[in-house]
């Protein structure tokens, strides 16, 4: 709870609220509470637990499914080690959601893939386009009553304050970097509807990934950039616009 920077009057969101453990703690840290439960009896013991006027809304919906905020909003949570992913492929798909932060508690292993530089994930590549996702601590499964069967992480997730790609583009971005990483091939294979095997291994040279390199093997900011000379080849002359970013690349 200190380290989620819960502000007094902002707006936070508990995803999968069970008892209310942290909807208390984020209550009375002073923020406007969005308790997130499925189940329908936990929902009702939150309900009777939690008055309105107090700053808590409990909503019995699957954070799944449900609609993220349009206005600025941070999560913190314990998620549901079985249904970590896709909650967090729901808050995360579209960037132009309110998110500004969130610290969760998750399966370790979770943590660790999808934070990774690399191997990088499909996910983990798209989702770092826009957020920063860092691992902040590790918990033993000694810590949680009853004890589940594998160790925990707190995932630190912050907004970018540039983003590798603009949100207006996040469809086209997901679009481009899954149709290569369900290839799993040298990128001049998986990119070969995108770009030529020529032009590719001159972003190699200019990115600094290898000739050889697979979708798993680039990190976030050279996938941004592969997307965005694939997306300007049609008005440019690729082979100018080449030279011109290893230049600015020897430069600095």
């Known amino acids: 709870m200190r380290d989620a920077g819960v502000v007094p009057g902002g707006l936070v969101i508990d995803v999968g609220a069970g008892r209310g453990v942290l909807t208390r703690a984020l209550a009375d840290a002073g923020g406007r509470v969005i308790a997130l439960e499925v189940d329908p009896v936990l929902a009702a013991q939150l309900r009777c637990r939690f008055d309105p006027r107090a ?75 826009w957020f920063e996702l860092t ?9 949680f009553s009853p004890a589940p069967d594998v160790d925990a992480a707190v995932l630190r997730i912050r907004r970018r304050p540039r983003p590798h790609v603009s949100p207006q583009d996040h469809e086209k971005y ?10 799993q091939a040298p990128l001049e294979r998986a990119l070969r509807s995108q770009l030529t095997p020529r032009e590719v291994r001159r972003l190699s040279a200019v990115l600094g990934f290898a000739p050889g390199a697979r979708p798993r093997d680039l990190d976030a900011r050279q996938w941004a950039e592969v997307f965005a000379y694939a997306r300007g080849r049609s008005s440019r002359r690729p082979e100018h616009d080449l030279d011109r970013r290893a230049a600015t690349r020897r430069r600095a």
């Open 135 to 143: 691992i902040a601590g590790r918990l033993a499964r000694s810590a």
């Open 55 to 129: 700053g808590v809304t409990v909503l019995e919906v699957d954070a799944r499914t449900w609609r993220w905020p349009g206005h600025q909003f941070s999560v913190v949570s314990n998620l549901p080690f079985s249904g970590s992913g896709a909650i967090l492929a729901r808050l995360l798909h579209d960037p132009r959601v309110g998110l500004e932060r969130a610290d969760l508690i998750v399966q370790w292993e979770f943590a660790s893939k999808h934070a990774a530089v690399w191997p990088a994930t499909l996910r983990g590549t798209y989702w770092q386009a």
């Open 174 to 183: 997901w679009r481009f970097i899954a149709d290569a990483f369900r290839v």
